[in-house]
T-cell receptor
Framework: AQKVTQAQTEISVVEKEDVTLDCVYETRDTTYYLFWYKQPPSGELVFLIRRNSFDEQNEISGRYSWNFQKSTSSFNFTITASQVVDSAVYFCALSETGETSGSRLTFGEGTQLTVNP | DGGITQSPKYLFRKEGQNVTLSCEQNLNHDAMYWYRQDPGQGLRLIYYSQIVNDFQKGDIAEGYSVSREKKESFPLTVTSAQKNPTAFYLC?????????????FGSGTRLTVV
């Protein structure tokens, strides 16, 4: 069975601090996809990034960066110089494969990030 | 613009009543999903459908029902059998197969039982 663990339930930082959100996953698949979503207070989940299992290159997008390490089954997300607008719940997710599961995603429990001014 | 529309945004229900949440997408996605989110909690899968006229139970299907008569629509009915229906409900859709592009989410419906 696939599983995603986000051990940090809540994180609180002061604006301009860097913060890393951890994500550890379990899967038996050799081909899989990992995702991060942001859920602001409005409620809608917003897609941030997708990474496939064959691409271990780290990615940077502005103040956001992602570190994918297959050896430790981790896909961590770092926000540099955090801002109040980064306050949200962040979800890590893993794709399922197979005939019955289709494109289902398995979500972690989420990490509530609060950035204080 | 393509997207997912959930309505209504807020819904109040009296105990013992059934209520239907709407979810419509114009992304031409084959698969659609319903999730429930309780305060401070993660997402729990209620039902999903990968093709018209077919759907599968998720992890917490009891007290809920769905239909998928059209590709664009996947309504969720919260029945009186659902003991704790007050929650935030999210609908999502996706393409099927590989590569997996992930989900597009609607803006959610907040259901409160009064």
């Amino acid at each position: 069975a696939q599983k995603v663990t986000q051990a940090q339930t809540e994180i609180s930082v002061v604006e301009k601090e860097d913060v890393t959100l951890d994500c550890v996953y379990e899967t038996r698949d050799t081909t899989y996809y990992l995702f991060w979503y942001k859920q602001p207070p409005s409620g809608e989940l917003v897609f941030l990034i997708r990474r496939n299992s064959f691409d271990e290159q780290n990615e940077i997008s502005g103040r956001y960066s992602w570190n994918f390490q297959k050896s430790t089954s981790s896909f961590n997300f770092t926000i540099t110089a955090s801002q109040v607008v980064d306050s949200a719940v962040y979800f890590c997710a893993l794709s399922e494969t197979g005939e019955t599961s289709g494109s289902r995603l398995t979500f972690g429990e989420g990490t509530q990030l609060t950035v204080n001014p | 613009d393509g997207g997912i529309t959930q309505s209504p945004k807020y819904l109040f229900r009296k105990e013992g009543q059934n209520v239907t949440l709407s979810c419509e997408q114009n992304l031409n996605h084959d698969a659609m999903y319903w999730y429930r989110q309780d305060p401070g909690q993660g997402l729990r899968l209620i039902y999903y459908s990968q093709i018209v006229n077919d759907f599968q139970k998720g992890d917490i299907a009891e007290g809920y029902s769905v239909s998928r008569e059209k590709k664009e629509s996947f309504p969720l009915t919260v029945t009186s059998a659902q003991k704790n229906p007050t929650a935030f409900y999210l609908c999502a859709s996706s393409l099927t197969g590989t590569p997996n592009y992930g989900y597009t989410f609607g803006s959610g419906t907040r259901l409160t039982v009064v």
